[in-house]
């Protein structure tokens, strides 16, 4: 019974350790000398762990419509710095500012979000290069 209890333990834990390995420093997947700020409309929202992430669709001067992909912080830091899970909506237009991925896809590390109505919300990146907001 023993070797049962651990054989179901190993499969249960399997899916937590591959989340765990696929977490990833800043460093190995964006380039803090390639900042970006870009604006478009949010076109998908992930609220999860390890990282919450948005998409938005952005035009570029000839009208072509590029999917960027933003990595946000952690669900805890994210509420720290006053977000929520409906703090942004599909559709809202934002403005994005952050550091683009080392492989050139539409991916960035965002660092802080502009809201339609100005409001600016910090995303407490892990760039060596940003400085943090206080915390209260």
């Given at each position: 019974?023993?070797?049962?209890?651990?054989?179901?333990?190993?499969?249960?834990?399997?899916?937590?350790?591959?989340?765990?390995?696929?977490?990833?420093?800043?460093?190995?997947?964006y380039d803090e000398k390639k900042p970006v700020t870009l604006t478009g409309?949010?076109?998908?929202?992930?609220?999860?762990?390890?990282?919450?992430?948005?998409?938005?669709?952005?035009?570029?001067?000839?009208?072509?419509?590029?999917?960027?992909?933003?990595?946000?912080?952690?669900?805890?830091?994210?509420?720290?710095?006053?977000?929520?899970?409906?703090?942004?909506?599909?559709?809202?237009?934002?403005?994005?500012?952050?550091?683009?991925?080392?492989?050139?896809?539409?991916?960035?590390?965002?660092?802080?979000?502009?809201?339609?109505?100005?409001?600016?919300?910090?995303?407490?990146?892990?760039?060596?290069?940003?400085?943090?907001?206080?915390?209260?």
């Amino acid at each position: 019974m023993n070797r049962k209890v651990l054989a179901l333990a190993a499969v249960l834990l399997l899916p937590s350790s591959a989340a765990v390995g696929a977490h990833h420093g800043f460093s190995s997947e964006y380039d803090e000398k390639k900042p970006v700020t870009l604006t478009g409309a949010v076109s998908k929202i992930e609220w999860t762990n390890p990282h919450a992430r948005f998409y938005i669709d952005v035009k570029d001067a000839s009208g072509k419509v590029t999917n960027w992909n933003f990595e946000l912080a952690s669900l805890n830091s994210l509420r720290r710095n006053g977000w929520t899970q409906f703090t942004l909506k599909v559709g809202d237009v934002v403005t994005a500012s952050g550091y683009a991925a080392l492989s050139g896809v539409p991916m960035a590390n965002a660092s802080s979000v502009r809201l339609a109505d100005g409001t600016r919300l910090f995303a407490e990146t892990n760039a060596p290069s940003v400085q943090q907001t206080p915390q209260p």
